[in-house]
Nanobody, 128 residues
């Protein structure tokens, strides 16, 4: 059974940092495109960042470029999202997700319809 377990969320002040982790169980993570999404109350879920199979490429939403960094440790089947210079508008539930291999990572990483597996989410709250 495939499981994605996120951790590392919490409450920080504006300008602070957090590192989210997404541990994969039940499959080999390194061969998959992995995305981070977030959803704030009353808003649609949006793609934040992704890393391609083999860690060749990374992708970011414009709203987080230069502040967030996605990475993967293949030995631990874990994907990380380092978030710096956090802003109140970053407040949301953050989810990691496995993009279906039917889709091209670079074209589909931010589309919910392309996701095969979702994690349960971890809350990030940024206060001003």
């Amino acid at each position: 059974q495939v499981q994605l377990l996120e951790s590392g969320g919490g409450s920080v002040q504006s300008g602070g940092s957090l590192r989210l982790s997404c541990a994969a169980y039940g499959y080999t993570d390194a061969r998959n495109c992995i995305s981070w999404f977030r959803q704030a109350p009353g808003k649609e879920r949006e793609g934040v960042a992704a890393i391609s199979p083999g860690n060749t490429n990374t992708y970011y939403a414009d709203s987080v470029k230069g502040r967030f960094t996605i990475s993967r440790d293949n030995t631990k089947d874990t994907v990380y999202l380092q978030m710096s210079n956090l802003k109140p508008e970053d407040t949301a539930m953050y989810y990691c997700a496995v993009v279906s291999t039917s889709y091209v990572c670079g074209l589909s990483w931010s589309k919910s319809d392309s996701i095969r597996y979702w994690g349960q989410g971890t809350q990030v709250t940024v206060s001003s």
